[in-house]
């Protein structure tokens, strides 16, 4: 392992200390929310450590903090991550080793890690790429979770710091690639009307996951696309 750091060049390490530092930003917002809008400090630190995934984390605690339950909370954060299981089989093969140390490699997997690794061509390479930036990213963001989570309570109202922004900017940020497929487009579409018109009549955290009916749509569509 050691000597597939030497392949490592100063643009890749500056450019996932660049993208360390913007989810840091993010991570310490998600914190100083969390805990500002009422849940103690161990839970977003736990979802940091534990869960490691900042799309499904927002997503969670965003129904929660809406008055919705546990269970819609943690429907809402499975699904969002299941975009991960496609990352997983590209990079799989950069997770060689004993089990536990696969384990904490599949931990690591992010949008970010992916992205980083499948730009390179050599397997030593692609290897010392996932793991750095697996790691640095992990640090980075349970320490900023950690910070913003003592913060929030400083805070109070993170409304005037625009930090209740971050929810809908994260997942706004998550989904905005995915919407150059039309399919997908009309997906989203359905499930985005499907889950307005359901908000003043179900509880918090249901209309979300009403919104997955939108995913019919597109199943329907590419099945009469297959037909013709």
């Not at 496609?86 to 536990?100: H, I, K, S, T």
């Not at 030593?124 to 989570?149: D, E, K, P, S």
Request: with cysteine; proline share 4%; hydrophobic share 55%.
């Amino acid at each position: 392992m050691s000597s597939s750091w030497r392949t490592l060049d100063r643009r890749i390490l500056r450019d996932i200390a660049l993208v360390c530092l913007a989810d840091a930003v993010v991570g310490a917002s998600f914190g100083a929310i969390a805990v500002s809008g009422g849940l103690p400090a161990w839970i977003p630190i736990a979802l940091s450590v534990l869960v490691f995934a900042g799309g499904s984390q927002f997503a969670a605690v965003g129904v929660v903090l809406a008055g919705g339950g546990w269970v819609a909370a943690v429907a809402a954060g499975l699904v969002l991550n299941a975009r991960m299981l496609p990352f997983g089989f590209a990079v799989g093969e950069v997770l060689e080793g004993p089990r536990w140390k696969r384990l904490l490699g599949a931990h690591l997997l992010t949008d970010e890690s992916a992205a980083f690794t499948l730009q390179q061509r050599e397997k030593q390479t692609r290897r010392a790429v996932y793991w750095t930036c697996g790691l640095t990213l992990f640090a980075a963001w349970n320490i900023a979770v950690v910070l913003g989570a003592f913060a929030g309570s400083a805070i109070g109202d993170t409304g005037a710091l625009g930090l209740d922004a971050a929810f809908p900017a994260v997942l706004l940020a998550l989904v905005l690639p995915a919407l150059k497929d039309r399919r997908t487009r009309d997906a989203a579409l359905l499930g985005t009307v499907l889950a307005l018109v359901a908000t003043p009549l179900l509880p918090a955290g249901v209309p979300v996951l009403l919104s997955l009916a939108g995913l019919a749509l597109a199943g329907r569509t590419v099945l009469s696309g297959e037909v013709r």
